[in-house]
């Protein structure tokens, strides 16, 4: 029996759409006004997410705690007046993409996601690798090995965003190479 998405497993990666075009589908999509700019869409083998920026607070504040506070205050209240809307874009992007989507917002040095997915990624790790999570653990880094293993890719997105975007880079020229190769069927 053949999975499919929405169920237990979702979609293997080869029966996907790509999504090439999800940041441009996105811009086109969401109504004027809502951002102040085309969103960020940053997309893999199961989400969809969605980061747009907010038009500035012009109200002065007395420092930056209250600064912060307004700025998640007016992330919140567009989360709350956008919901539906933003439920109705995301059903009609998940059909087309066969992903799950996940929204943000940003506002000044505030950025909040919402309801973003939280994939489980099975790992086989040997005992070197697993004392480093579990002094992680014992120093209080984290709760769980499953937490030190993300605050360690975390970590590592961090610390080396210019070789994974030359990574990123050279596998989509690979795939554009191989859609103007040859169909062997």
């Keep these: 029996m053949r999975r499919g998405w929405g169920s237990k497993g979702g979609w293997p990666q080869a029966d996907q759409p790509p999504a090439d075009d999800a940041g441009a589908w996105f ?3 969401l109504p004027d006004g809502w951002f102040t700019g085309a969103p960020e869409v940053s997309v893999d083998r199961e989400e969809i997410v969605v980061v747009g920026v907010l038009p500035p607070l012009e109200d002065g504040f007395a420092d930056d705690a209250e600064r912060a506070a307004a700025e998640s205050g007016r992330i919140s209240r567009f989360r709350e007046q956008t919901r539906e809307e933003r439920i109705g ?3 009609q992007a998940e059909h087309r993409y066969r992903r799950k989507v996940a929204w943000g917002a940003r506002l ?4 909040e996601l919402f309801t973003t997915l939280s ?8 005992q070197p690798e697993r004392k480093v999570l579990d002094t992680l653990v014992a120093a209080g880094v984290a709760r769980s090995r499953s ?10 997105g961090e610390h080396a965003d210019t070789w994974l975007a030359e ?3 050279a596998m989509t020229t690979v795939d554009d ?3 103007r190769g040859p169909d062997l069927a």
């Design 147 to 156: 937490e030190a293993l993300a605050w360690a890719v975390r970590l590592v």
């Design 108 to 111: 000044g040095d505030t950025e």
């Design 27 to 29: 811009a086109g999509r």
């Design 89 to 91: 874009i995301a059903r």
């Design 177 to 179: 190479l191989r859609r």
């Design 119 to 126: 994939a489980p990624v099975m790992t086989r790790l040997r």
């Design 167 to 169: 990574l990123r880079d």
